[in-house]
């Protein structure tokens, strides 16, 4: 294990840095050298999609593409490490409750079904037969099928979402808490009213001819790293990029190419923004509407002096409705309040909105930085607001790009998971396989949490994920989670999740994306959508890690057919054979998916219509629309002023609540993670030096203590009032009731806490 140290990352990132962690990675996991082959199979006409993050690859159709944490995604499913009935029956559930994190998923790849058994304390091997008979058994038994909940984390493929969801509404419930609610939904709920669609507008070439790129609270290089290509060769060619982060994110600040051999032999990088500005945690919509309000200001002097406008006027006359009341807005909104908000001064927004006013055609991207808060579709809405005014919507080298998180989030979207589906979908549905859904609106994963601690849930069933650490308010919701009749998961390692269980739980192993999936047809592809609404085939090699795998659809199918028996209208069997039929009848209930099964079989794939693309609005309207969001920032909380917000990220290394190490080289921390970063301001009021430990305490509003102990203080430049924290670690400060009103995402960038001086001698962060 490496040492605890905290020392300054000087290098660029990327670079050899990157080879020799993603080499570590592999010796780590002990993946075979044919295992590592696996690597150059990723993303390539033949092979499989990278399980890692949603970004788009060059059509799936250039030579392989360097990725440290692609590269580290696969390695942790292609490992030869096995979790087997055997380590099961050497520890009790309890005691593996107390292991780490790291240490669960260290175990390797789980490879038998296997049930819970209260008497010994143990999971038990079970037959698969069995599972799905228990799994039906728990919900044919219950009076209501609403009180089961059916989870879907974002590696499901479209074939898989589209069963899955299939089975839950014939089962008849629309109960679908998704991974994407704690992520995007900002942009699946604030979007649309915004421009019609809930997805990004550009296309991975857009990026080539963007002469300015925005990025607000997205972090390319940990997160999305293929992105880095994109950037770097932006920046190369002149384009201005423009960062807005609490930290100075070393990928955004300078990047060394591992594909550029001049860059690798000679140790030179990229600069990557042009400039990086250190906005306030939840000072977002107070720049934009910053930047905003010049642009307004610089449009009114040009035109009263008779100089070309600045705004796209028509662009504005001809798509929009909304402009007056934007304009009367930012009007209203004062500069003190804005620069108080942000943390920025006027000359640091002068310089962006320069930046963005002298540009032909400019990208907007954003990640959790802007999702994850109480105001989060609200500050999706003013990204689209900005967008707006310069027509920067449906251009080529132009539009906004909220970045997605799993690898497929986006897709199972598309197919079906969604808690409020809409009457046509419905419709199509019934039409297709003649019964009837419901249309009662369902759980989101906050709803979904809530009506378990009220008692309202019996069942738990999860496709993949992490759900018991991935949550907010662990006290109260992994609780609640411990009271159920019975949670299954569907897992390729062994997680947090699997130990904070119901009554009755069920592990199933299932398929990874690098395993070969062979069925009564022959082997099959999966199909996934990117970031950039760009579909295409997906197809493992590998040999499965055990015999006993099956694959997610087949284990949709066997438990449908357990639970639905001789109630159901679907061939689940010939679905399972022969995954070309569920794309036909996903073809069949979506027309965007005309000629699924030939258009996957070109490589690269196909790129799903996006109508504001294309200047269609698909609102009320029929326009786009600016939309206004009064005042410029978080509600303050009613405490102590001298509290912190605190948001909760990533270190470098980690996928989610996996972590492939304890250390986050960028950042200077290795061989920790119960560390938090505030700055030297911060640190001296409140007489806390750099290794000090402290306790962070939620200032909650409810009454309810939520705290973590002994957290290591690193000094590192923030801004002021402001603190981050790893995730999941601090999940536990999350209180259920801070989140987005509109979107029920939890406010996971934005909690206001305390520090005190902590008299715990060990770290404790309470399961
Ligand atoms: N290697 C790796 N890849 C991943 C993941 C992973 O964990 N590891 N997770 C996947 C998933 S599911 C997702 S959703 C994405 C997540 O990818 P990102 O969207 O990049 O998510 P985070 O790293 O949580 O946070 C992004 C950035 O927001 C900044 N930030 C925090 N608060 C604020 C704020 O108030 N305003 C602004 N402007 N910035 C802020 C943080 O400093 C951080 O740099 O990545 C996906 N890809
Ligand atoms: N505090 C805080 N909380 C957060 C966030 C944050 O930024 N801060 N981010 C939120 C975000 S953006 C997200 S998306 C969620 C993530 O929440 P989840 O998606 O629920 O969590 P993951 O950690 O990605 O899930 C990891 C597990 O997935 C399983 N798995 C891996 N591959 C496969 C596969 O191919 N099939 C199946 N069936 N299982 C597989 C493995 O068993 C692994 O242990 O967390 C959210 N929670
Ligand atoms: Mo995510």
């Not at 309040?337 to 000359?347: F, H």
């Not at 062994?494 to 990874?512: F, T, V």
Request: proline share 6%; with cysteine; aromatic share 8%.
């Amino acid at each position: 294990m490496t040492r605890k140290s905290v020392r300054p990352y000087r290098e660029p990132a990327g670079g050899w840095g990157a080879l020799k962690a993603l080499s570590e990675a592999l010796l780590v996991q002990r993946v075979p050298v044919k295992g590592a082959a696996t690597l150059s199979r990723m993303n390539q006409p033949q092979g499989f999609d990278c399980p890692g993050c949603a970004w788009p690859d060059p059509k799936h159709t250039s030579s392989f593409e360097f990725c440290e944490n692609g590269g580290k995604a696969i390695a942790w499913e292609a490992t030869s490490k096995r979790c087997t009935p055997e380590f099961f029956a050497e520890h009790t559930v309890t005691e593996l409750a107390g292991w780490s994190d790291y240490d669960l998923e260290m175990v390797g790849r789980l490879t038998h079904p296997m049930a819970y058994d209260k008497a010994s304390d143990r999971y038990l091997p079970v037959e698969w037969s069995d599972a799905f008979d228990m799994i039906g058994r728990q919900l044919r038994a219950l009076p209501d099928p609403n009180m089961a909940e059916f989870y879907t984390s974002g590696r499901t493929s479209n074939e898989a979402a589209f069963l899955y969801q299939l089975f839950v509404r014939e089962y008849g419930t629309n109960n679908f808490p998704d991974c994407s609610n704690m992520c995007h939904e900002a942009t699946s709920v604030g979007l649309p009213q915004s421009i019609g669609v809930g997805k990004g507008t550009v296309l991975l070439e857009d990026f080539d001819k963007a002469d300015c790129i925005f990025i607000f609270g997205q972090n390319p290089g940990t997160n999305s790293p293929r992105m880095m290509t994109s950037l770097r060769n932006a920046a190369r060619r002149g384009a201005s990029i423009i960062s807005f982060n609490p930290f100075r994110e070393r990928a955004l600040e300078r990047f060394q190419a591992p594909q550029s051999p001049v860059e690798m032999i000679t140790l030179s990088s990229t600069t990557i923004s042009s400039k990086l500005f250190q906005v306030r945690i939840g000072g977002d919509v107070a720049v934009l509407k910053g930047i905003m309000k010049i642009l307004v200001e610089a449009d009114e002097a040009a035109r009263a002096a008779d100089q070309p406008e600045i705004l796209d006027w028509d662009f504005i006359r001809g798509h929009t409705v909304g402009i007056e009341a934007l304009i009367d807005d930012l009007k209203r909104t004062q500069w003190p309040a804005i620069e108080r908000q942000s943390g920025l001064t006027r000359e640091d927004m002068e310089y962006a909105a320069n930046a963005y006013m002298k540009s032909e055609r400019a990208i907007l991207v954003y990640g959790m930085g802007i999702t994850q808060h109480q105001r989060g579709a609200h500050n999706v809405q003013q990204i689209a607001n900005l967008a707006l005014l310069r027509g920067n919507v449906g251009r080529e080298g132009a539009g906004v790009c909220p970045v997605r998180g799993h690898s497929n989030v986006q897709g199972d979207r598309t197919v079906g998971i969604t808690e409020v589906p809409k009457a046509d979908f419905l419709e199509r549905l019934e039409h297709r396989f003649g019964f009837k859904p419901p249309s009662a609106p369902g759980h989101n994963v906050v709803t979904a949490l809530e009506a378990m601690i009220g008692g309202e849930v019996k069942v738990f069933f999860a496709m993949g994920g992490n759900f018991a650490a991935a949550i907010p308010d662990w006290q109260a919701t992994q609780a609640a989670l411990r009271e159920l009749d019975l949670t299954v998961h569907v897992s390729t390692k062994l997680n947090r999740s699997h130990l904070i269980h119901g009554r009755a739980a069920l592990i199933l192993p299932c398929l990874g994306r690098t395993e070969i999936d062979v069925q009564a047809s022959g082997p099959q592809s999966i199909t996934v959508e990117d970031s950039m609404s760009m579909v295409h085939a997906s197809g493992g090699r590998n040999k499965p890690a055990s015999e006993r795998l099956l694959s997610e659809v087949a284990i949709i199918a066997g438990m449908a057919k357990a639970t639905l028996g001789d109630n159901t209208v679907v061939d689940w069997d010939g679905f399972v054979a022969d995954y070309d039929r569920i794309r036909d009848a996903i073809e069949a209930v979506f027309p965007i998916f005309q000629g699924y099964n030939a258009r996957i079989r070109v490589p690269g794939g196909f790129h799903l219509t996006s109508t504001a693309r294309e200047r269609i609005w698909a609102t009320p309207s029929g326009k786009a629309n600016f939309l206004v969001f009064e005042g410029c920032g978080e509600d303050p909380p009613q405490c102590d002023p001298n509290f912190l917000w605190l948001s909760t990220i990533r270190s470098h290394d980690q996928y989610n609540t996996t972590l492939y190490s304890m250390s986050d080289r960028y950042r200077g921390v290795f061989g920790q993670r119960d560390v938090v970063f505030l700055n030297e301001y911060e640190m001296r009021k409140r007489g806390l030096a750099e290794g000090d430990r402290v306790d962070l305490i939620t200032e909650s509003t409810d009454g309810v203590e939520r705290i973590v102990r002994n957290f290591r203080v690193v000094g590192y430049s923030f801004p002021t009032g402001c603190c981050a924290a790893y995730y999941p670690e601090t999940n536990p400060l999350v209180p259920l009731y801070a989140r987005d009103p509109m979107s029920f995402t939890p406010s996971f960038k934005g909690i206001p806490i305390r520090l005190v001086r902590s008299s715990a001698s060990e770290t404790s962060i309470e399961h």
